[in-house]
C-alpha cells in the first residue's frame, strides 16, 4: 500500500515528466522509474495515467477552496466566481507546462478530451459552489459543463499569455462570464416553460383521474338500469 508520501512523489514526478515531455510519452513504468518507486507501489497509489491527472485536478481545487476569500461574500455572484477562477489560474501557474501537454493532448485524442472534460465538470462544480452559487440536479452538471468549456477557453488565452499581469487572461474570462451570464438567463427562462409544463401534466393527470372516476360511476349507473329489466 503507498503512503501519501509516496503518493506525493510520484504524482509530482508525473508533472514535472508532463512539463518537458508529451503526454503520450509519459508513461507508467516511466513515471515509476523516475520517482524510484516500486511498479507495485504505483500500481497502489495510481493505477492509470487518468488518476494521476484526476489527482492534480483535486490537488488545484483544494488550493482553491483554501485561499477562497470570505470577504467576497456580499459581492454579486459573477464577481465572486471571477475572483475563484482567476485564483485557479493562479494555483495552475506552477505546473503551467503541464497544463499545455495536458490541453496539446486532449486536442489531440478526442477520448482523453472526453475523460478530461468529465474531471474538469467535476472541478468546476466546485468552484461553483466556492463561489457560493448554489446549483443542484441537473442544473449542476449543465452549469458546470458550460463553465468547464469557457475555462478551457481562458486557460487556452493564459498558456500564450506572457505578461504576468495576465490582462488578457482576465479580459477573457470576463467575457465567458458575460456570456454565461446570458446562458443562465436562458436557462431560468426554460426552467420556468419546464415548471408550467409539469404543473399542467399534473393538473391534466389529476382531472383525468377525475374523469375516469365520474365515468366509472355513469358506466355503474348504466349497470344497474340495464340489469332492472332482467329482474321483472
Given at each position: 500500500?503507498?503512503?501519501?508520501?509516496?503518493?506525493?512523489?510520484?504524482?509530482?514526478?508525473?508533472?514535472?515528466?508532463?512539463?518537458?515531455?508529451?503526454?503520450?510519452?509519459?508513461?507508467?513504468?516511466?513515471?515509476?522509474?523516475?520517482?524510484?518507486?516500486?511498479?507495485?507501489?504505483?500500481?497502489?497509489?495510481?493505477?492509470?495515467?487518468l488518476k494521476l491527472v484526476a489527482a492534480f485536478l483535486e490537488k488545484i481545487?483544494?488550493?482553491?477552496?483554501?485561499?477562497?476569500?470570505?470577504?467576497?461574500?456580499?459581492?454579486?455572484?459573477?464577481?465572486?466566481?471571477?475572483?475563484?477562477?482567476?485564483?485557479?489560474?493562479?494555483?495552475?501557474?506552477?505546473?503551467?507546462?503541464a497544463v499545455r501537454a495536458l490541453h496539446r493532448a486532449a486536442a489531440g485524442?478526442?477520448?482523453?478530451?472526453?475523460?478530461?472534460?468529465?474531471?474538469?465538470?467535476?472541478?468546476?462544480?466546485?468552484?461553483?459552489?466556492?463561489?457560493?452559487?448554489?446549483?443542484?440536479?441537473?442544473?449542476?452538471?449543465?452549469?458546470?459543463?458550460?463553465?468547464?468549456?469557457?475555462?478551457?477557453?481562458?486557460?487556452?488565452?493564459?498558456?500564450?499569455?506572457?505578461?504576468?499581469?495576465?490582462?488578457?487572461?482576465?479580459?477573457?474570462?470576463?467575457?465567458?462570464?458575460?456570456?454565461?451570464s446570458d446562458f443562465m438567463k436562458r436557462l431560468k427562462g426554460v426552467e420556468?416553460?419546464?415548471?408550467?409544463?409539469?404543473?399542467?401534466?399534473?393538473?391534466?393527470?389529476?382531472?383525468?383521474?377525475?374523469?375516469?372516476?365520474?365515468?366509472?360511476?355513469?358506466?355503474?349507473?348504466?349497470?344497474?338500469?340495464?340489469?332492472?329489466?332482467?329482474?321483472?
Open positions: 500500500m503507498a503512503t501519501a508520501k509516496t503518493k506525493q512523489k510520484i504524482l509530482q514526478t508525473f508533472l514535472d515528466l508532463l512539463a518537458d515531455h508529451p503526454y503520450e510519452d509519459v508513461s507508467l513504468p516511466l513515471i515509476a522509474e523516475t520517482a524510484k518507486v516500486k511498479l507495485s507501489d504505483m500500481r497502489s497509489a495510481y493505477s492509470s495515467k481545487d483544494t488550493a482553491v477552496l483554501d485561499e477562497r476569500d470570505e470577504d467576497m461574500g456580499d459581492q454579486p455572484p459573477r464577481d465572486r466566481l471571477f475572483d475563484i477562477l482567476m485564483t485557479r489560474i493562479d494555483a495552475l501557474a506552477g505546473h503551467k507546462e485524442d478526442p477520448a482523453l478530451a472526453l475523460d478530461l472534460n468529465s474531471l474538469e465538470v467535476r472541478s468546476q462544480k466546485w468552484m461553483l459552489i466556492a463561489a457560493g452559487i448554489d446549483v443542484s440536479g441537473v442544473k449542476a452538471t449543465i452549469v458546470a459543463q458550460g463553465l468547464a468549456i469557457a475555462f478551457g477557453r481562458v486557460v487556452g488565452v493564459w498558456l500564450d499569455e506572457e505578461d504576468e499581469g495576465m490582462p488578457r487572461t482576465m479580459a477573457r474570462l470576463d467575457r465567458e462570464l458575460d456570456k454565461g420556468g416553460i419546464a415548471k408550467g409544463v409539469r404543473s399542467f401534466l399534473k393538473k391534466a393527470s389529476r382531472g383525468g383521474k377525475r374523469w375516469k372516476d365520474r365515468r366509472g360511476e355513469h358506466d355503474a349507473d348504466a349497470g344497474y338500469e340495464d340489469e332492472a329489466p332482467a329482474g321483472a
